[in-house]
C-alpha cells in the first residue's frame, strides 16, 4: 500500500518546518545599558557651573563642570563611588 498525497505533504511541511526551527536565531533578552543617572545638585559661581548625577544601582557619582558662560569653551567630569 502507498500513502496518500495529503500524509505524504503533511510529513514534508513537518519536516521542513522542523528544519526550519533548526537554522532560526534564538531569542535573546535585551539588555538595558543607559546609565539611570539622577541629578542631585547643581552650583555656579562666575562663569563656572557644576552638577552632580547619583546612579543608585551602582552607587556611583558623577561631578561635572562646564566653564565659559554662554559660550561653553569645555565639560569636565568626574566619577567616584559612594562607600
Known amino acids: ?3 496518500s498525497l495529503p500524509r505524504l505533504s503533511v510529513a514534508a511541511a513537518v519536516l521542513a518546518l522542523a528544519g526550519s526551527a533548526v537554522f532560526m536565531p534564538s531569542a535573546r533578552s535585551q539588555i538595558h ?3 539611570s543617572l539622577l541629578p542631585i545638585g547643581v552650583a555656579s559661581s562666575g562663569n563656572a557651573s557644576t552638577v552632580w548625577f547619583h546612579e543608585p544601582s551602582s552607587g556611583k557619582v558623577v561631578a561635572c563642570q562646564s566653564t565659559g558662560g554662554n559660550a561653553l569653551t569645555g565639560v569636565q567630569c568626574a566619577v567616584g563611588k559612594l562607600p
Open 1 to 3: 500500500m502507498t500513502p
Open 33 to 35: 545599558a543607559a546609565p
